[in-house]
């Protein structure tokens, strides 16, 4: 099993930043890739970024491209999401996921249920 816990999120006027963190701990060695979804409310979880846990690689959604950066530090276990020039449409519950190497494809998933493990989430608001 892999834990994973999100911190960083909060309240944020649009065109601010914030960065989100995700703590994983457990059997990480058994996943390849680690992502970012939110979901807003009434709205389907979306994908927004994915890294592959050596660093070597970085996925984006097209609406945040260019704003925001994902980034692991191998030695914490810990993935973030910096996230720049804020809207009020990136408010949402962003949590991270990690996908097992079972599933490996050469590029991460972008569908929610190709990810094996879910943190709990947190809360980013951006407003006008």
């Known amino acids: 099993q892999v834990q994973l816990v999100e911190s960083g999120g909060g309240l944020v006027q649009a065109g601010g930043s914030l960065r989100l963190s995700c703590a994983a701990s457990?059997?990480?060695?058994?996943?390849?890739?680690m992502g970012w979804f939110r979901q807003a409310p009434g709205k389907q979880r979306e994908f927004v970024s994915a890294?592959?846990?050596?660093?070597?690689?970085?996925y984006y959604a097209d609406s945040v491209k260019g704003r925001f950066t994902i980034s692991i530090d191998r030695a914490k276990n810990t993935v973030y999401l910096e996230m720049n020039s804020l809207k009020p449409e990136d408010t949402a519950v962003y949590s991270c996921?990690?996908?097992?190497?079972?599933?490996?494809?050469?590029?991460?998933?972008?569908?929610?249920?190709?990810?094996?493990?879910w943190g709990q989430g947190t809360q980013v608001t951006v407003f006008s």
């Open positions: 457990g059997r990480t060695f058994s996943t390849y890739a």
């Open positions: 890294i592959i846990r050596t660093g070597t690689s970085t």
């Open positions: 996921a990690a996908e097992e190497v079972s599933r490996w494809s050469g590029t991460p998933g972008r569908q929610p249920d190709e990810y094996d493990y």
